[in-house]
């Protein structure tokens, strides 16, 4: 499966984007897929997850529960994300794998190229 993420830009403190991750080759019906970022000078860290078509349980990185939502329908996932921070600033990935959704980097098979979040007043 191939992904593409898109929706990145510029933000101020506070506001909201939606990020989107297209995928193509497969659906994603049956693929669990996951958000990732990576700040400057940081190690990639998981942000978000859900499951594939019969097992949408959700998994949220503690720093983003509560401000960020993942969904996803047959080929596209996304990633809508409320009251952004600074710290939010960072290269967000999404990625896709078989089985059950995770929470560690390892366990994605398939990667997005990532889009560019920054929130900055």
């Known amino acids: 499966v191939q992904l593409q993420a898109s929706g990145g830009g510029l933000v101020r403190p506070g506001g909201s984007l939606r990020l989107s991750c297209a995928a193509s080759g497969r659906t994603f019906n049956t693929y669990a897929m996951g958000w990732f970022r990576q700040a400057p000078g940081k190690e990639r860290e998981f942000v978000a997850a859900?499951?594939?078509?019969?097992?949408?349980i959700t998994y949220y990185a503690d720093s983003v529960k509560g401000r960020f939502t993942i969904s996803k329908d047959r080929n596209t996932g996304y990633l809508q994300m409320n009251s952004l921070q600074p710290e939010d600033t960072a290269v967000y990935y999404c990625?896709?794998?078989?089985?059950?959704?995770?929470?560690?980097?390892?366990?994605?098979?398939?990667w997005g190229q990532g889009t560019l979040v920054t929130v900055s007043s």
């Open positions: 990625a896709a794998k078989q089985g059950t959704a995770g929470v560690t980097l390892g366990e994605y098979d398939y």
């Open positions: 859900i499951g594939w078509w019969f097992d949408s």
